[in-house]
């Protein structure tokens, strides 16, 4: 392996990724199954983690699975416990499970909103606290990736959607990633975030349907939206040996929407 390669290997690494069943999740554990990490994938539908494993193994990707539901505390520490039980340690930590919320501010059910936050912050930070209190910190070693999206960098455009819940959270989600950079850089772990723009998936399924693929391409210098191979370069990034002296940034991955 010449020395280019060799920085993006994760050969020995382990790597846990939330909401791994399928899109933005499924991909990225693509991308670091494919340079050698082991992985746990979690979601809350065994059906769909059996399939994402299936899929990953047929890549010659060492891969198993853990149900649990982001939104209650004892699924997570289960979580924790399942993982650090299947891999050892966890030495690269992807928080991707997320949900989403459309309604008028105005009009907003506190439900909806509570919902948003638990899955999106509170656990998000119950898991990470878990891994790096019984994995990263002892160990001296991290990587950390946090799913935001540009929805955190910035307000809506009038009219397209109405999802200041998601939004919130994801502001939220930038600055806890600045935070903890800040408090674990001394124990040898990265932290930084990853904010996709548009890519087709469940969670954008009704914003596609209702503002149009062509008129969402529109507001993208590179004139496309995010595929299936998008977010695997900047994981393998921050995953790796190449992104070692890096923490504390929030990259947007969004084909220039936030730039412009």
């Keep these: 392996m010449d020395t280019q390669t060799s920085l993006f290997d994760l050969s020995n690494k382990t790597a846990l990724i939330t909401g791994g069943s399928r899109g933005l999740g499924l991909q990225m554990a693509e991308a670091l199954g494919s340079f050698g990490a082991k992985v746990v994938l979690s979601a809350r539908k065994s059906d769909e983690l059996v399939q994402a494993q299936a899929h990953l193994q047929q890549m010659g990707i060492d891969a198993d699975w853990v149900a649990a539901d982001g939104s209650k505390a004892s699924d997570i520490t289960l979580l924790a416990e399942a993982a650090l039980e299947k891999l050892g340690h966890v030495d690269i930590l992807i928080n991707n499970a997320g949900a989403s919320w459309g309604a008028p501010a105005e009009d907003h059910p506190v439900e909806a909103w509570d919902k948003v936050f638990n899955i999106n912050i509170r656990g998000l930070f119950l898991l990470t606290q878990q891994i790096g209190k019984r994995s990263m910190i002892p160990r001296k070693y991290g990587r950390i990736i946090n799913i935001a999206s540009i929805a955190g960098l910035r ?34 772990i990265t932290v930084n975030a990853l904010a996709p723009g548009f890519f087709p998936s469940k969670m954008s399924r009704i914003l596609l349907e209702s503002v149009g693929e062509q008129a969402l391409i529109g507001t993208s210098p590179l004139q496309r939206l995010g595929d299936g191979e998008d977010l695997k370069g900047p994981a393998l990034l921050f995953a790796s040996d190449a992104g070692k002296h890096i923490t504390g940034q929030i990259l947007a991955v969004d084909g220039g929407q936030s730039a412009v």
């Design 155 to 188: 307000g809506n455009p009038p009219g397209v959607m109405q999802t200041i819940a998601y939004n919130t959270s994801k502001g939220a989600l930038v600055n806890f990633t600045r935070t903890l950079a800040g408090e674990w850089g001394k124990y040898g």
